[in-house]
């Protein structure tokens, strides 16, 4: 929409019925037209409140206070800050591209950002106007001479290019590729553009996109010095890019390799495990084959958790070798800070293991845990092995407790 038609509908949208010739107003109910908008504006704004249905008019032309917040992919909107400035489009987009340049020079790369937006916001809705066959003027209504046009789009590409630089200091980097191909767009032999984008897209590892632009910006001039700089460094990033993923090929492959040698321990040993849906947090500790978890002769490590019902407390071992038993642990967990009574000693205490099915497993304290889990009827879940600690003088009623437990839990599994 251009302004001529912007105008008009704006002075449609405000003319008030006159009084006929008699002098009399006509039927107003006649007169009054439809207002389908007004309802659905009404609507829009239902429940919002007063100060925020006002930052809503505030946003269309007509009631715009502030044409520097406007949007600038708004073309009427863009029209109207064109107005705002006295001077020729030329005039005040040259006007703005100074004051970016003046700010660029002393980093002040937000300001000149800001400078450089205004000028290309004036510029380009003159190119747009002739991108559509229409016609740019100058401010007595003639149309810009060739050498007018010439120097807009020069300005303009100058803006674009400029922009771009504040982008690339800003770390903007889509924002720069996407003004040095509007630049690029004006002028396919702009060397700076070529340059900042090939930058921009390095700096992002978009590696084959900036080897293009930066090949395309070599054609134009070979001896750039800048362009020759982009190219070298897009040769070292892309070998490092490369290193790095044969590292994590290595890597991934070396992880497959170690879950398959401990799949095939877990297989060969009898053991039972699974993994539900949230398995608790462990930080480095895991089920592992030691000392070398690339050498299947390795014996496996559990992660273990000596759990106290009773009194609600629990011990957790990193480290849990099969070859080892109850014993090797107890020594040195024992005594218990919190056992007050003296319960819990290495020969005071029974431990137990439950079942795949959930009942319990005696555990002895000089047995292996290989032994254990061996039987196939212990299932470790999430790689954590969990042992259940209680004083001898008590296990029993706690056992038979436990399983009450698990039989009014199956009972409800069942029902449900």
Known sequence: MDMETLVDQMGQAM????????????????AMPELPLAHAIAKQNQGKTVDEIVAEIKKTPLFMTDLDDADPD????????????????????????????????????????????????????????RMRGEVS?????????????AKQRETLEALYVNRAACHLALSNYRSCWTDCAAAIRLNPRNIKAHYRSARALLAVDRIP??????????????????????????????????????????????????????????????????TTAQPPEMEDAKLELVPDQDDPRSTLSFPAVLLYPLHLESDFIKAFNETQSLENHLSY???????????????????????REGGLLKMGKRVSLL???????????????????????????????????????KGLEQAN
């Open 137 to 149: 003027t100058d401010l007595e209504g003639e149309p810009n001479s060739d050498d007018e046009i």
């Open 209 to 274: 996109e900036a080897d293009d632009v930066c090949s395309r910006g070599l054609e134009l001039d070979a001896n750039n010095a800048g362009l020759k700089a982009v190219a070298e460094d897009l040769v070292k990033r892309a070998k490092q890019l490369d290193s790095q993923r044969k590292i994590v090929v290595e890597r991934e492959t070396r992880e497959k390799r170690r879950a398959l040698l401990l799949k095939a321990a877990l297989r060969a040993r009898n053991i039972l495990t699974r």
């Open 15 to 30: 003319k008030v019925s006159k009084p006929d010739a008699s002098g009399s107003q006509p039927d107003a109910q006649a």
């Open 371 to 409: 032994k254990v889990l061996g039987t196939g009827k212990v299932e470790v879940v999430d790689e954590v092995v969990r042992i259940f600690v209680v004083p001898r003088a008590k296990s029993e009623a706690w056992v038979k407790e436990h399983k009450a437990k698990r039989a009014r839990e």
């Open 74 to 129: 708004n073309e009427d909107i863009a029209a109207l800050q064109a107005l705002a400035y006295e001077g020729t489009p030329l005039e005040n987009g040259s006007d703005f591209k100074d004051r970016g340049n003046e700010c660029f020079k002393t980093k002040g790369y937000v300001d000149a950002k800001e400078f450089y937006t205004k000028g290309i916001n004036i510029l380009f809705l003159e190119e747009r106007k």
């Open 333 to 355: 967990v024992f005594p218990l800070p919190w056992d007050r009574e003296h319960e819990y000693t290495p020969a005071g205490v029974e431990c137990y293991v439950e079942t």
